[in-house]
C-alpha cells in the first residue's frame, strides 16, 4: 500500500518522545486507519531533519479487490493490477488469473462468498445478480461498487477509467479507455446483412450489444425482434441474411456449417448460399469487452 504525502509538521523542537506521540495522534485522526485495507498494511511513516511527513486524509488504496465479473477482471489484468485480486468470477478464464480463487459465477454470486477471501472492495458491473449484492456487501462494511450499471458503450469506456482510480492506474486507466472508445467508432456502411445468434435460434435482436456492433460495424441488424429472443423460422427467412454468427459452444448442437446450411430458412439466405456462417465465442458478441474493437474488424471484413 502506498499513500501521498500531503503536508510536513516542523519538529525541531519536539524531543523524540514527543515527536512518536504527536505522530501516533495524527495517523489516529486519518480516517484511513478505520479502513481494513490500512489495518493489514505495513506503515512507514518517513521522519526527515526537523520534519515529519504526514499522510493525505484523502489518499485511498485497495490491496485486496474482488472482481465479481468477468470484464471487470479483465480490465484490472489489462491495467497491470492482477497481484490485487483476490477473488474472482469463475467464467472468467484469462490465463493471468488462473491461480486467483473463484467466488462463484457472476450470474448468481453470494455476499459470503466474497467475504471469504477478505477483500477491502469488490468491483463489478451490471452482469452481476442479484443486483442487490453491492448493498449488501456495503452493509457488511465491505466497499462494493457497479462501475458499469448499463450495457452501452460509453458506460463501459467510464468503467476502465473508473477501475483505473480504484486499482491506484488513473492515467493508465484513462488513456486505456480513451484508446477502446476511439477504436470502438463507426465504421462506413456496407449494407450487409447480420444476424447474431446464441445457438441457432436465439438472435440478438434491436437494443442488445449484438445490434450495436453491428451498427458500428457498418452493417444492418437483419433480426426482427427486440432484445436477446428465440426468432421464429419465417422470421429467418424474411431476414435474408448475408452473414450469421452462431455462439462457438453451441456447433455440435446445430450440427456445424454444413448441417445448419441446409435448414430452408438458412439455405434460401445468401449467408447459406455463399459460405457465410460462422461460429464465434459467444463473448464476442453478447457483451462489451476489451476485445470489442477486434470484433467490429472482424465483423466489417466479413462485407467484403
Do not use: C
Amino acid at each position: 500500500m502506498s499513500f501521498q504525502f500531503s503536508k510536513q509538521v516542523t519538529t525541531k523542537q519536539l524531543p523524540n518522545q514527543q515527536l512518536a506521540q504527536y505522530t501516533k495522534k495524527i495517523i489516529a485522526k486519518s480516517s484511513l486507519t478505520t479502513s481494513s485495507s490500512f489495518s493489514r498494511a505495513a506503515f512507514n511513516m518517513t521522519i526527515m531533519i526537523g520534519t515529519v511527513a504526514v499522510p493525505s486524509l484523502s489518499a485511498q488504496a485497495y490491496e485486496r479487490i474482488v472482481a465479481m465479473s468477468p470484464d471487470v477482471a479483465d480490465i484490472v489484468v489489462a491495467l497491470g493490477a492482477s497481484d490485487k485480486l483476490v477473488g474472482k468470477d469463475a467464467t472468467n478464464n484469462n490465463p493471468a488469473l488462473k491461480n486467483v480463487p473463484a467466488v462463484g459465477t457472476h450470474r448468481n454470486i453470494t455476499a459470503e462468498s466474497v467475504l471469504a477471501v477478505k477483500p477491502d472492495l469488490a468491483l463489478g458491473s451490471y452482469m452481476v445478480q442479484p443486483a442487490s449484492i453491492y448493498q449488501r456487501l456495503n452493509g457488511l462494511k465491505v466497499k462494493a461498487v457497479n462501475v458499469a450499471p448499463k450495457e452501452e458503450v460509453s458506460t463501459f469506456a467510464s468503467s476502465i477509467k473508473s477501475i483505473g482510480s480504484y486499482v491506484d492506474k488513473k492515467s493508465a486507466g484513462s488513456q486505456l479507455a480513451q484508446r477502446w472508445q476511439v477504436a470502438m467508432s463507426p465504421r462506413a456502411k456496407t449494407g450487409k446483412r447480420y444476424l447474431l445468434s446464441y445457438d441457432g435460434r436465439i438472435v440478438a435482436g434491436k437494443g442488445t450489444v449484438g445490434d450495436e456492433l453491428i451498427r458500428r460495424a457498418g452493417g444492418i441488424n437483419a433480426a426482427n425482434v427486440a432484445g436477446l429472443k428465440p426468432m421464429s423460422r419465417e422470421g429467418w427467412l424474411a431476414a435474408k441474411p448475408d452473414v450469421i454468427i452462431i455462439a462457438d459452444h453451441n456447433k455440435a448442437v446445430v450440427g456445424g456449417v454444413s448441417q445448419f446450411s441446409k435448414r430452408p430458412e438458412v439455405a434460401a439466405s445468401a449467408a447459406g448460399k455463399s459460405g457465410g456462417v460462422h461460429f464465434w465465442p459467444a463473448d464476442d458478441f453478447l457483451r462489451y469487452r476489451l476485445k470489442s474493437p477486434e470484433v467490429l474488424k472482424k465483423l466489417n471484413a466479413l462485407a467484403k
